[in-house]
């Protein structure tokens, strides 16, 4: 089976691309699974209810979140009653929200979705490596093909939580910089691997930002307001192939649509 | 004219692959100059004044390091006395070594070369926007071609480096996090921009350290010896073309080398 | 002479304290000058015109900020205009604020004052101790008695900076912290320091914050409004005796002084 | 019963204060039991077998330690088979030491003892408020004065743990900051509470390093060895009074004990 992973939506033109581009993406691709972390995708912080019905009605099957999950509070009652979306899973025990979720590929195969959050670099969070563990135990033996979003700062931690699954879940990637790295890989037993695959949203700016409030504030220590960017939008994620019976990866593919591709994706999902 | 900058070059593998590669490469790409970061060259972290004669033999024309800069305090000598090799122009003012350095390509142009550090997640250092302004005001009018290593660790940071310097100097190409990303653009004033070029090493471990050591220590807090790992050896950088008139980048492209394509680029060099 | 610096002042708890303590401090302990860092004065994070006046008109001399110094926009006016107010000296050279300012105390001594931030675990900012340098260069050689804020988070730092400074400022007292530390002492050249003077508010919430809300965002995540607390309201801060025609103190003692005492304060001041 | 916990050991300024003054500590203030952090008493970092050995005899009853835990690798047997020593209790599951011990005071009381780390400007490490609830949940119901190190270095991360363990242990006093805080108190429900009790070593360096040395890489970058200072060695510590049928403190008091001292000590231990 095959699945893409969407890297932060940043803002409203994030949930545009996304929205426009999807179905074509599914045609083109011949996805059987869509999985964005959605942690920006409010006004570039944090996600609403009315967003996320947007991204699942727009085909995003299962969403997962970062360090922003509860930045928008309204978004807590989705986190309650929801199947399809996550919340950290080394967040403390008692967060709101599910750490794990399963979901249905369109050809039938059951996938197990998590997040966790890294700790090197970012505000303290429970261990990564026992919360993996963790819900790797809790999750149905008969549910394979596992995907982890590893939201995290540091290519070191990246990279060990890479090694730390590699074969144990199908693939690994990361969320949180907001620029994709150009080091997909399978690793040697079996799991695919990426450090980061990069933001959707406008690429005009400081990882979706506008560049002038951010280098203002960087410059000048003067408190800015860092509203999202407008030019240069583009969804970035990574495309992976699994074995469904074994669920480990067969090929990982980094994936970047440009906004002008969304007229041809567009007519590609009409008429299909 | 067209540079090669290579990323952190990390241990005897990193080193291997420079000095057995350069000459083959200069070749192939049709190179003008060779600019390297070597700050993890000496076992995986500092310099010596044996490497870096090496690696000077060997094609490399101009070396740039990091925040290891003085892990080997052998080092003192070449940064008192070698006119091609820099330390962070951001250090305290009596920090050892020259800020800022000018080599000749082999087209003739004079290639102004300096690296700074980040702040970000990083040990406090001084404010590299004003060690920029200061580089760039010293550096003589008529050296138009000025290149930037950005050492450091968030890509917020590296990105507003890009923008702050954008249309200033060549190219603003970052190191330090050992992974390339996958973002290498010319900026809209003309500025060659990538977030991290990436290191130049084994490639099967932690950035470029045994990955059973590394693991141990992040998941069970026992110290351990990070030896530089051995396998899966690249030489990961970035190639930009500059108008020599202008100083502006006309083209960026990333360049990844494989180890067995070593013997290919060898007999390249003995042929010519 | 003989001065009194009190630590950050916290929401309207420490405001009242100074407001209603301070002419009576001057009296008990025969003040001649009363500086007062304000960075959490509004709410809990700033300083705004008005309450820039409530504690002037109160009898603090002088004002000091930190890391929150932009936090309230309104202060611009005062930090432009007024001439016994200082922001951080090594914020970026386009910061608002003057960096360091002059102020006669009740014997006639002019005192130089200002505030530095540390880097150590802080938001990236300036080198503290190029701007120290730069700040006691620009003092007239006249005003001998200057006064220094550190406003960090590290210990280490702030012994650095008292050791950097010991014999050429009459104190270096720190603040940010909010916990008062028992270290203070005379330098051996004859600087007065303290790691951290305190703060001045209510103690018995989480640095002044409501401890219920701090706990529960760091016990589940979940993100809360840091209200300012109520109870057990207290002025830290330090008296140092300085020799007018050395620079140089003679004396340190730390002051606490409690909401039960404010009725005796009040009336020392009113039958005065 | 009445405890003295004595701050970070550091060296052997640190260790020679302790040897020779506990004995007649005991006496002077009748003193159940000591407990000593002693994470930095091997050359300023680390404990070996032969200094845990040679603070035991001095009258040490109970090892804490702290984030050097374990850059003495010897000291692993020292951590397997005594059962008067403790490794911070939230490092991974597998790391080497016990998460916490139970020793007898002289009065007979049973006293359980376990040390934290903080997670704030620290290394990543495990979430200290779920490590805190699982000794407390293993610790015997009939153990009721129970001892928390809490080895932090942000205050606000300390006063949340005093105000998380408030009424449910009989002391929480931190260490790491190697600075002494005057913020020692009872807490409402019952436990007594400093957010730092300060180091034992020598005071006239930067946290008990050699202050040239600190202050050279400091200010310039360059490497240097923190060799441990010599002068003003004081030992740094609070003696709390409990309960030991609550198990609650009745009482806290800051102790800094000065090497002139040390004398007078020595005379009252041989004349006992
Ligand atoms: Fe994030
Ligand atoms: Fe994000
Ligand atoms: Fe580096
Ligand atoms: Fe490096
Ligand atoms: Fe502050
Ligand atoms: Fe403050
Ligand atoms: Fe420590
Ligand atoms: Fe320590």
Redesign the interface.
């Known amino acids: 089976m095959r699945l893409l992973f969407i890297g932060d939506i940043v803002g409203s033109p994030g949930r545009e691309i996304v929205t426009r581009g999807v179905a074509g993406l599914v045609l083109r691709h011949q996805l059987d699974l869509v999985i964005a972390n959605a942690e920006n995708s409010a006004g570039g912080s944090g996600l609403t209810p009315q967003i996320y019905r947007k991204l699942v009605k727009a085909g995003v099957d299962a969403i997962t979140l970062g360090d922003h999950?509860?930045?928008r509070?309204e978004i807590y009652s989705v986190l309650d009653s929801s199947e399809n979306i996550v919340r950290p899973a080394n967040?403390?025990?008692?967060?709101?929200g599910r750490r794990w979720a399963i979901v249905e590929a369109r050809d039938g195969t059951q996938v197990g979705i998590c997040c966790l959050l890294g700790?090197?670099?970012m505000k303290?969070?429970?261990?990564p490596?026992?919360a993996a563990d963790r819900v790797l135990a809790e999750l149905p033996t008969e549910v394979k093909v596992r995907f982890v979003d590893f939201h995290a700062?540091?290519?070191?931690?990246a990279?060990?939580m890479g090694?730390?699954l590699d074969g144990r879940v199908s693939a690994v990637l990361g969320t949180h910089?907001?620029?994709?790295?150009?080091?997909e890989c399978i690793l040697p037993e079996g799991t695919a691997f990426q450090?980061d695959v990069?933001m959707t949203g406008p690429h005009d700016g400081?990882?979706g930002r506008r560049?002038d409030r951010?280098?203002e504030t960087?410059?000048?220590?003067?408190?800015t307001q860092f509203d999202v960017a407008t030019g240069d939008v583009r969804l970035n994620g990574a495309i992976v192939d699994v074995n469904p019976e074994t669920g480990l990866a067969t090929a990982i593919e980094?994936l970047?649509v440009l906004e002008k591709e969304l007229a041809e994706l567009e007519s590609l999902a009409t008429n299909s």
Chains 1, 2, 3, 4 share one sequence.
Not at 124 to 127: E, G, M, Q, T
Not at 218 to 223: C, D, K, R, V
């Open positions: 999950v509860y930045r509070k967040l403390p025990g008692e967060a709101r700790q090197l670099f303290p969070i429970d261990n490596w026992v700062e540091a290519t070191s931690e990279q060990v090694r730390y910089t907001h620029v994709p790295t150009a080091d450090c990069g400081i990882l560049a951010v280098m960087m410059l000048t220590a003067n408190p980094r970047c």
